[in-house]
Every structure is written in structure tokens, then in C-alpha cells.
């Protein structure tokens, strides 16, 4: 249960290579290519939230750790954020997008590369 972290998380598919913005819109999507690049955002973050997060793409069938962005040092602030990454070493298939803080799983969510 994430919510008493923040409220929703939304999961788009945007070009690779830039930020999310008017050359760079995002599109609400759980199926993607692996030309594409992937960006969670979660929106109402309690002020409270406040501490590193990170997400990892694990292939549902054979459970393995495809990728994960702890390296990125990304962190929640007690504001709204979020972060992508692209998917150009993800091959077709099902995968689980499970996002930890502070090393907690709070959500996890399955989408498609094509």
C-alpha cells in the first residue's frame, strides 16, 4: 500500500533521449517498444516522503533483473516527481516494474514491450 506516500503513479511512454516537456510529450501506456523510453511519475507525494527511491524491470517469466535504476540516485522531496529511463536493452515480452523506497517494494505494475 503506497498511499500513504502519494496518491497515484502513472506510467508513459516518451521519445529517448529527453526529458518529458512540449518537445517530448508523454503518452499513458503499459506497451512499449524498445525504441522507446519508459517514465514513471507519481503525483501527490505526501510532504513527508522524503528519501531515495528506485525501479527495476524484472522479465515475468523468468523472474530475472533485467535492469534497475539505483544508480540514478533518484529521491523523493515531499513533491510531486518522477523519472525515465530508456528500454533499448529490453527485448519483447512481459515485464514487472517494481519501485522501492528506501529499499521497500510499494508498487509494482506489469507492462509489455512489443
Known sequence: DYSNLFSKVIISKMKPGLPPGPNNPTTVTSTFVNSDAFEIDFSR?????????????????????IRDTKEMNTAFKGEDTGSGTDLNDLTAGKYDVNVYYKD???????????
Open 45 to 65: 507525494v505526501k510532504a513527508t516522503t522524503v528519501g531515495q527511491y528506485y525501479f527495476e524491470f524484472v522479465n515475468s517469466t523468468t523472474g530475472e533483473v
Open 104 to 114: 521497500e517494494l510499494v508498487y509494482t505494475t506489469t507492462i509489455t514491450i512489443q
